[in-house]
């Protein structure tokens, strides 16, 4: 009786294991854009309307982000075959680098645009607050990460 009292906890075990790998899996196999989605409406409670008018606007700045994603993924694929086996050269590696900070520097541009349009164009003044409120924990946590592991000081808030 006890051996098949554990056989059938060990199977619901298993099964239950599955479905949460399956589900988490499923999750990260989601286009970003839908993530991204999301996550936005959770926090920010987005109508179904708002939900369409943001992925309108992610949808938009896709073909913009998409090449400086690829650029970004290439610099770091060079650099490593570049670095390989403890191999240096300096100039090639700043060169590099220099690229990888002006691809960096556009997404970042495109990702702050983004985030304009949709705390503008989108969101209601109830939901800018929640918005506002959302990033300066982002913000808070980010900082206190920052001290923890370099005993850095980040400023937090406008």
Do not use: C, W
């Amino acid at each position: 009786m006890k051996k098949r009292i554990l056989i059938i906890v060990g199977l619901a075990v298993v099964l239950v294991t599955g479905t949460v790998f399956a589900a988490v899996r499923h999750e990260r196999n989601r286009p970003i854009v839908d993530r991204i989605v999301t996550h936005l409406s959770r926090q920010l409670d987005l109508t179904d309307a708002q939900r369409t008018q943001v992925k309108t606007i992610l949808e938009a700045e896709r073909p913009k982000v998409a090449p400086l994603l690829t650029e970004v993924a290439q610099n770091r694929q060079q650099l490593h075959e570049l670095t390989a086996s403890g191999k240096f050269d300096e100039a090639q590696v700043r060169s590099i680098a220099s690229r990888q900070a002006q691809a960096m520097t556009e997404l970042i541009v495109e990702k702050e645009r983004v985030k304009s349009k949709i705390y503008n164009e989108v969101l209601t003044p109830e939901q800018r607050t929640k918005a506002d409120q959302m990033l300066q924990r982002i913000q808070s946590h980010f900082g206190e990460r920052m001290h923890e592991r370099f005993g850095a000081t980040v400023p937090v808030g406008p």
